[in-house]
C-alpha cells in the first residue's frame, strides 16, 4: 500500500446540507480566551508540580543505571589517572616526548604580540550572557518530554535516557502528564509543561546568538585572530597530551593565553566554536517539522530523536565545558585571564576583575528576573519570541511536501497520546451511537455553508498519507491517515477572497475549560498533506487520536492538529477568535500560531 495523491472531487455529487451560518456563533461563545499573567497554581490545568528523576541510562532491554553513579565513578577515575599521570611523568620516555612537544605551539606567521582585542571581549560577554538562556530554556525543553530516543518512533521502554519513571501501562497516558518541572531557577521559566515559554526564550536567545556567532566568525578571519583558535598543525594532537598529563600530574602549565592557548584549551575552544556551536543549529533545525517533512532525504537518516539527542549531547558539551573552562580560569592566574576577556590588556591589574564584577552583576540580575519577568509577562515574551524567530518559521512554511516518504512499514508501534480528552455528554452520545448524529459544520467566509455527517465525508474522494508527528513536547511517530483532504473541503465550501485563516473547533475542551481550537493560514489548506482524517493505520480513528475526525497539517507542530473535530470556521483573521492569539494554546499557554519549527 503506497500513498494516495490528492483526487479531484465531485463536488456537485456530494450531498451537502446548507448551514446557518449564525451557529458559528456558538463555538465562539464556548471559547475562553486565556490570561495575560501566569499563575503557577493556576498553569496548565492545575497540573501539579513533579520534578522527575535523577537520570536513568538504559543499560539493557530494561536494566537501568542511575547516572549519579557516574559521581563516585568519576571520582575514583580522576584519582586513578592523577596517580597514573603522576607516574608517567617520571617515565624518561615520556618525558623526551613531553619536552618534543612542549604543550603549545606559537603558530607560524603570528604577530608576537597580536593581543586580544576588545571585539572579542564583548562578543565573548554576549555569548556567555544569551548562553545562560539558551540552556535554561532549553533544559526546560527537554524536560516536558523527559525521555531521549534513537528512534522516531519513541516506544515507551525504548529510550535510552530518561528522568522520569517508566511509561505507566494507563493506553491513554499523555505526553502532558509524562512532563516534569524544574526549580524556577534552574529551568526557564521552570514550571511544569511550561514549553510555550521556554521556546521563546530558547529560539529568541538562539537568533541573536547566531548573529553574535556569525559577527564573529566574520571578524576572526579578517582579523587573522582565527590563529588564536585553529590549529595549524597537527602536533596539536601530541602537545595536547603533554598539557593533559601536565593537568593530571598537578604540574599545570603556564601558559600565555594573549600570545597563544596550550595545545589542549586550542582543541576545546576549537571543538567549541567550530563543531559545537554549529551542530547545535543543525540538528536544532533538525527537530523542524516543516524541514523534516519537506527533506525526507535527511530527516529518515537522521531523524528527529537521533538530532534531538545530539542536540542534548552538545548541550553537555557546552557544561561541561563551561565547568572546565571557569575552574581553569580561577585556577591558573585569575587576574591575568580576566584581563585578557574582560579588559583586553595582558597584565595582573585588578581592572579586568573589576568589569568581569560589573559584567557578572548583570548576569545575575539577568539570571534572576528571567523567571518571575516570564510570569509578570508572557505575552511580551510570546511577542517578542515570534518577532525574533517568526520570519524563519513563516519561511518554512513555504515548503509543500509531496505525500510518498513513508509507506506502511514505517508505522510506528506506538503513538504517544496528548492533549485533553473530550467528556461532556454530548460527545460520549455521540460515540455510544457510532457518531451517526455527527456533523462537521463548515461556516464563515465561504460560498457554500455546508453540514457534512460522518457517512457523506465517507462518500467525499478517499485521501491517504503516511506521515510523520512531531509534537513540540518532543516525541515523534510515523501513522497512516485516511479521510479527506482539506483541498476537497475547500473545493466544496468555496472560501471567499477575504478567508485567510481557518479555524477548527473541538468538540474537547482545553486544559482550563473553554472549547479547544486552532488556526492555520489559509495557504496550508491547499498543501498536499493537509487532511481531515477519519482513520487512522487502516482502522476508524481511535477515542484517543481523534474520533471521529481531525486535523493534520504536517507543516505544524502536533498542538495544531486538532482532534475531535466539531466544525471549521474561515475568518478574516485569527484574532477576532477567543483570546485572539491564533488557538487554544497560543492563547493559555503562550504558543505561536506558526510553529513550524
Ligand atoms: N482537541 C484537542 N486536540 C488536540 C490536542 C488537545 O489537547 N485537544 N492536543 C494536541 C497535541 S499537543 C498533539 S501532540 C496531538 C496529539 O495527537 P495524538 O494524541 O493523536 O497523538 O493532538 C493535538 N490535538
Ligand atoms: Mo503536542
Redesign the pocket.
Known amino acids: 500500500m503506497g500513498t494516495v495523491d490528492r483526487p479531484t472531487p465531485p463536488v456537485a455529487s456530494t450531498p451537502a446540507q446548507g448551514m446557518d451560518n449564525t451557529s458559528v456563533s456558538t463555538y465562539r461563545a464556548r471559547l475562553r480566551p486565556g490570561e495575560d499573567v501566569v499563575n503557577p497554581a493556576t498553569w496548565a490545568g492545575r497540573i501539579p508540580h513533579t520534578g522527575g528523576i535523577a537520570p536513568r541510562l538504559r543499560a539493557g532491554r530494561d536494566r537501568w543505571f542511575n547516572v549519579l553513579w557516574l559521581l563516585p565513578i568519576g571520582f575514583f577515575a580522576l584519582i586513578t589517572a592523577i596517580a597514573v599521570a603522576k607516574g608517567a611523568h617520571n617515565v624518561p620516555a615520556i618525558q623526551d616526548f613531553m619536552a618534543r612537544y612542549p604543550g603549545t605551539r606559537i603558530p607560524d606567521g603570528i604577530d608576537p604580540s597580536p593581543g586580544i582585542p576588545a571585539w572579542v571581549d564583548w562578543q565573548h560577554f554576549f555569548n556567555l550572557f544569551l548562553m545562560i538562556f539558551i540552556l535554561r530554556s532549553g533544559i526546560q525543553i527537554f524536560v516536558d518530554h523527559p525521555r531521549l530516543y534513537f528512534s522516531r518512533d519513541c516506544t515507551p521502554g525504548t529510550e535510552w535516557l530518561r528522568v522520569q519513571h517508566r511509561v505507566p501501562s494507563d493506553p491513554l497516558w ?3 502528564e509524562d512532563s516534569v518541572g524544574l526549580p524556577r531557577h534552574v529551568g526557564l521559566p521552570g514550571i511544569r509543561h511550561s514549553i510555550g515559554l521556554a521556546r521563546w526564550w530558547h529560539l529568541g536567545a538562539d537568533v541573536l546568538w547566531v548573529i553574535n556567532g556569525a559577527i564573529f566568525y566574520i571578524l576572526l578571519f579578517t582579523t587573522g585572530q582565527w590563529r588564536h583558535l585553529v590549529p595549524t598543525s597537527w602536533d596539536v594532537f601530541p602537545n595536547a597530551v603533554t598539557v593533559l598529563i601536565r593537568y593530571l600530574s598537578l604540574d599545570w602549565p603556564t601558559g600565555n593565553g594573549w600570545v597563544a592557548y596550550n595545545s589542549l584549551q586550542l582543541l576545546a575552544y576549537f571543538l567549541t566554536v567550530f563543531v559545537a556551536a554549529p551542530l547545535a543549529i543543525l540538528t536544532g533545525l533538525g527537530m523542524s517539522p516543516a524541514l523534516s517533512t519537506r527533506f525526507t532525504w535527511i530527516s529518515k537518516p537522521l531523524n528527529i530523536q537521533l538530532v534531538r539527542s545530539l542536540h542534548f549531547l552538545v548541550m553537555l558539551w557546552f557544561l561541561l565545558f563551561i565547568a572546565i573552562h571557569v575552574t581553569f580560569v580561577v585556577t591558573t592566574g585569575a587576574l591575568r585571564n580576566l584581563n585578557h576577556m574582560f579588559a583586553g590588556r595582558d597584565d595582573e591589574s585588578w581592572i579586568g576583575f573589576a568589569v568581569f564584577t560589573v559584567a557578572m552583576a548583570v548576569v545575575v540580575v539577568g539570571w534572576v528576573a528571567a523567571t518571575p519577568f516570564t510570569f509578570r509577562h508572557p505575552r511580551t515574551v510570546q511577542r517578542v519570541g515570534y518577532a525574533l524567530i517568526g520570519p524563519l518559521q513563516r519561511l518554512f512554511e513555504y515548503a509543500d511536501p509531496k505525500p510518498g516518504a513513508y509507506t506502511d512499514k514505517d508505522i510506528s508501534p506506538y ?6 480528552y ?1 467528556d461532556s455528554d454530548e460527545y460520549k452520545r455521540m460515540s455510544e451511537t457510532g457518531f451517526i448524529d455527527y456533523r462537521l459544520r463548515i461556516c464563515g467566509q465561504v460560498a457554500n455553508p455546508v453540514e457534512l455527517s460522518l457517512e457523506q465525508l465517507r462518500a467525499l474522494p478517499y485521501h491517504r498519507q503516511t506521515t510523520q ?1 512531531f ?3 518532543g ?1 515523534s ?1 510515523v501513522a497512516t491517515w485516511g479521510g479527506v483532504s482539506m483541498q476537497t473541503i475547500l473545493d466544496l465550501v468555496e472560501p471567499l477572497p477575504k478567508a485567510e485563516w481557518v479555524i477548527f473547533y ?3 475542551e ?2 482550563d475549560g473553554g472549547t ?1 481550537y ?1 488556526a492555520h493560514a489559509i495557504e496550508q489548506m491547499t498543501h498536499h498533506l493537509t487532511m481531515l482524517a477519519y482513520d ?1 493505520n487502516g482502522a476508524p480513528l481511535t477515542f ?3 474520533a471521529p475526525l ?1 486535523l493534520r497539517n504536517e507543516l505544524q ?8 473535530v466539531a466544525a471549521i470556521e474561515f475568518v478574516t483573521h485569527f484574532s477576532e477568535v477567543g483570546g485572539g492569539h491564533g488557538g ?2 497560543e492563547d493559555h499557554e503562550y504558543y505561536g500560531y506558526r510553529q513550524s519549527l
Open positions: 499523555t505526553a502532558k503513538l504517544w497520546h496528548n492533549g485533553t473530550p508527528h509534537c513540540i513536547q516525541w511517530g473541538s468538540l474537547a482545553g486544559s479547544y486552532d487512522m484517543g487520536h481523534g481531525r507542530h502536533g498542538f495544531k492538529h486538532v482532534k475531535w487554544y494554546n
